[in-house]
């Protein structure tokens, strides 16, 4: 079977624009069984000649702060079960927040590689505001932009390396 890369994190980081942007028009079977594998999206993706699955794991997001933490970390938890290599997605506009932090525990718990990567870095300016994120712990940020599309090769060369 091809190797999976799960993208991981809170909501409203970009994830579903950086899969959309990976799959391109790939987009595989959206898995219709009961419960909470319904709303996660899988599709296919190929860099440097490997191919590989993508899983978008930013389907369940429940109202109430309580109920985010809990998806948040409910969706964690799948990703690390299924991927093989995990993108860990955060927020250069927002920062590093608590949310961050939850799932960086999670995903260092999992043994699984973890790549991290910094979305919104729209513009130069930004490119400075990735280096608070090296205090989560998993190493050298790769700062992209799903509006712009920036980084994103970056970001593939050290996903495949990993898979
Ligand atoms: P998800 O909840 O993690 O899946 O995040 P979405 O992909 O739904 O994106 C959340 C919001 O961030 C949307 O309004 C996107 O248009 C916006 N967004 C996504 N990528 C970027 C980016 O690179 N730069 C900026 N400025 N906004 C972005
Ligand atoms: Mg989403």
Redesign the pocket.
């Known amino acids: 079977a091809r190797p999976v890369v799960a993208i991981v ?12 942007r990976l799959i391109g028009d790939r987009l595989a079977i959206v898995e219709d069984k009961p419960g909470i594998t319904r709303d996660r999206i899988y599709g296919s993706a190929e860099w440097n000649g490997k191919a590989f699955s993508v899983i ?1 794991t ?1 389907g369940i ?1 429940i109202d109430g702060d309580d109920m985010i933490l809990k998806s948040i970390r409910m969706q964690a938890e799948l990703a690390i079960e299924e991927a093989d290599v995990i993108v860990f ?1 955060c ?1 250069a ?1 927002a920062g590093v927040t608590q949310s961050d932090e939850e799932v960086a525990q999670i995903l260092f718990r999992s043994g699984k590689p973890v790549i991290l990567s910094v ?4 513009n130069l300016k930004r490119v400075d505001d990735i280096y608070e994120f090296y205090s989560l712990g998993f190493g050298d940020p790769v700062g ?5 599309g920036t980084g994103i090769g970056d970001l593939l060369d050290v996903v495949v390396e990993n898979l």
């Open positions: 994190g809170r909501p409203n980081v970009g994830k579903s624009t950086i899969f959309n978008d930013g997001e997605m927020d506009k979305n919104k870095v729209d992209i932009s799903g509006s712009h």
